[in-house]
């Protein structure tokens, strides 16, 4: 396979302080209160394991944030969910010209190196691969590319990278963030790129990425390191990794749901996050006659503390 841009971010889903936000309660943000204290009850007494952080935002604030396990400030790993940050930094070094698009060849910003094989399937490489493509284009780390174009504007300060023994950023997972500054990277993509009237990433790479462009089973289709899936009747796109994390967008609801989870490597992980989804956190919002009229504030999500 030829290998680009386009099929790095493709193929990669065979692997498995900061911004403030206006505060409201979930019955002014059109959300069943009911339905959300009955999920709270339910994770309460074990009936979901595992779960450390539950948030959401509708029409533009904050209407329910709850931690199983530590707090606000508590840097969660959400393994490969961040897979979906390099999504983002690609699109926005292609709005700089960094390179020429998705089409992109790989191999000419490797010189020093031998020729790439697609002889491995565990794809976190691809993920990988493409901040050091990032950064060979931008002449700088990706981790300052990210800093500077991606977290700075968005006023996340509290991350913490992983590297790999050569000292590269991991770009394929496990980049540590509070569940606010997620939630705030989902409010980004539900805003078609913007944040506070600035623009951060292009609305046609919001548009494209978010686009189906694999299908994976029945119910889902992968995007560019975004999954598609439909959760309570309504279509979601969202960030996954191992333990059930999710971050999702669901532009219907104009509603954005962060859910951490430590249920790493076991069975059903994933199933019971899609449950929170399907039968607490979506019915709560589409069983609300102001489901998807409620105006948003003028301010929007603001930065800073």
């Not at 070094?93 to 031998?114: E, H, L, M």
């Not at 119910?219 to 309570?232: P, Q, V």
């Not at 309504?234 to 059930?244: D, E, L, P, V």
């Not at 104009?254 to 430590?262: A, F, L, N, Y």
Request: aromatic share 10%; with cysteine.
């Amino acid at each position: 396979m030829k290998k680009t841009v386009i099929s790095l971010l493709v193929l990669a889903w065979s692997s498995f302080s900061g911004a403030a936000w206006i505060p409201a309660t979930p019955a002014s943000a059109g959300l069943d209160s009911a339905r959300l204290q009955a999920m709270q009850g339910a994770i309460d007494a074990g009936q979901f394991s595992k779960i450390s952080s539950i948030l959401i935002a509708r029409h533009g604030t904050l209407a329910y944030e709850h931690y199983f396990a530590g707090d606000a400030e508590s840097l969660r790993d959400t393994r490969s969910a961040t897979k979906t940050i390099t999504s983002m930094l690609i699109g926005i070094a292609i709005d700089q010209r960094q390179f020429a698009g998705v089409s992109a060849r790989i191999t000419p910003f490797f010189p020093d190196q031998r020729p790439f094989s697609r002889s491995f399937s565990y794809c976190t490489a691809g993920a990988f691969t493409l901040g050091a493509v990032i950064s060979r284009a931008a002449r700088q780390p990706v981790e300052a590319f990210a800093q500077r174009n991606l977290f700075a504007p968005l006023g996340i300060t509290n991350v913490q990278w992983m590297f790999s023994p050569l000292g590269l950023a991991q770009t394929g997972g496990g980049l540590r963030l509070r569940s606010r500054d997620l939630l705030t990277l989902a409010q980004l993509y539900l805003d078609r790129g913007l944040w506070n009237g600035r623009r951060i990433v292009a609305e046609e790479w919001v548009r494209t990425s978010t686009q189906p462009h694999v299908q994976i089973d029945e119910d889902t289709l992968y995007g560019y390191f975004w999954w598609l899936k439909k959760f309570g009747g309504s279509a979601a796109y969202y960030m996954s990794g191992n333990g059930g994390n999710k971050v999702g967008v669901f532009p219907d609801l104009d509603m954005v749901v962060v859910i951490t989870s430590t249920n790493y490597n076991t069975h059903g992980m994933h199933e019971q996050t899609d449950r929170l989804l399907n039968e607490f956190i979506v019915p709560a919002a589409r069983s609300t006659s102001t489901s998807c009229t409620a105006p948003r504030p003028s301010a929007g999500p603001i930065q800073g503390r």
